[in-house]
């Protein structure tokens, strides 16, 4: 089975960085996708962003220009790092890996970011 572990959340304050990985492990076979995902207390979950194992990259509009996201295709391990952290930001993030051969999609349990004033 795929496991998918998150790290490196906390509490920073506004104008903050903070930079968070997610690993994935197991039998995972070819990962084609790997992504970040976030909700808010009462909000449904949405999209931060996305890399491909090609290097294609897809960023929500609310983070594009402050959140980087980078993978390391040879330790399956992808990155988000985040600056100018505003309070919105605040938020379970989760990472989702999807593959093939077998086909999978998994997600992790989430870490959680807080950014107070």
């Known amino acids: 089975q795929v496991q998918v572990v998150e790290s490196g959340g906390g509490l920073v304050q506004p104008g903050g960085s903070l930079r968070l990985s997610c690993a994935a492990s197991g039998s995972i076979s070819i990962i084609y996708l790997m992504g970040w995902y976030r909700q808010a207390p009462g909000e449904q979950r949405e999209l931060v962003a996305t890399?491909?194992?090609?290097?294609?990259?897809n960023y929500a509009g609310s983070v594009k220009g402050r959140f980087t996201i980078s993978r390391d295709n040879a330790k399956n391990t992808v990155y988000l790092q985040m600056n100018s952290l505003k309070p919105e930001d605040t938020a379970i993030y989760y990472c989702?890996?999807?593959?093939?051969?077998?086909?999978?999609?998994?997600w992790g349990q989430g870490t959680q970011v807080t950014v107070s004033s």
């Open positions: 890399i491909t194992n090609l290097g294609s990259t």
């Open positions: 989702n890996v999807k593959g093939t051969l077998p086909s999978f999609n998994s």
